[in-house]
């Protein structure tokens, strides 16, 4: 069974510009979260989807935005980057509530 | 507020030992918790879970300990090997409003001396 997949593994952009992270999940998996994970932090999530609706959202700005479609995949965007948006952006899919998440490896971010 | 830490950030223990990590989570409503394993350059990887109608909980060289009555959570990880360094993290789950919400703890890393 197929993994979390997340494309690109690494991005690199400039201030200003936006960006667009996708997820695959697990097959059968309707739940998709992402979270940002930076040097020193744990991981902050960002929101969560489930059957193509947000369920949930963290406390980051109205740049990070997100959406899922109906085969489950996901996909996060950020605009207007700034250098602070640097950081490993994770995405994991489960079965449902109190279900464990799977997670994929992630897409580094630089933002120079 | 919601939050769920960590006492140690680092814990080195000698190959072959027993290791603990220990997780304090501040949600007495959280009826679901989960350690996972983070290795550098790859995702967190789930070890394994509790719920809270649950103390303890055991899998393939780890335990999971639940108690409720001080919000504390343990990973223990018998004869511990190389391949068990890396980050680990507490999770909790909580259901509120419909929907689930997961804090994760800081992480603390462990270091296995050969």
């Known amino acids: 069974k197929a993994g979390v997949t997340q494309t690109p593994r690494y991005l690199i952009k400039t201030r200003g510009q936006q960006v667009t992270l996708s997820c695959s999940p697990i097959s059968g998996h309707r739940s998709v979260s992402w979270y940002q994970q930076t040097p020193g932090q744990g991981l902050q999530f960002l929101f969560e989807y489930f059957s193509e609706t947000q369920r949930n959202k963290g406390n980051f700005p109205g740049r990070f935005s997100g959406r899922q479609f109906s085969n489950s995949r996901s996909e996060m965007n950020v605009s207007t980057l700034e250098l602070g948006d640097s950081a490993l952006y994770l995405c994991a899919s489960s079965l449902g509530d109190n279900q464990p998440q799977h997670f994929g490896d992630g897409t580094r971010l630089s933002i120079l | 507020g919601e939050s769920v830490g960590l006492h140690l950030p680092t814990l080195s223990v000698q190959e072959g030992d027993n290791s603990i990590i220990n997780c304090a989570y501040s949600?007495?409503?959280?009826?679901?918790f989960i350690w996972y394993k983070q290795e550098s350059g790859k995702g967190p990887q789930f070890i394994i879970d509790i719920r809270s109608n649950m103390d303890k909980r055991q899998g393939q060289r780890v335990t999971v300990l639940l108690n409720k009555t001080v919000k504390h959570l343990s990973l223990q990880i018998a004869a511990t090997q190389p391949g068990d360094s890396a980050v680990y993290f507490c999770a909790e789950n909580i259901r509120s409003g419909g929907y689930q919400k997961v804090t994760f703890g800081t992480g603390t890393k462990l270091q296995v001396i050969p």
């Open positions: 949600n007495s409503a959280s009826d679901y």
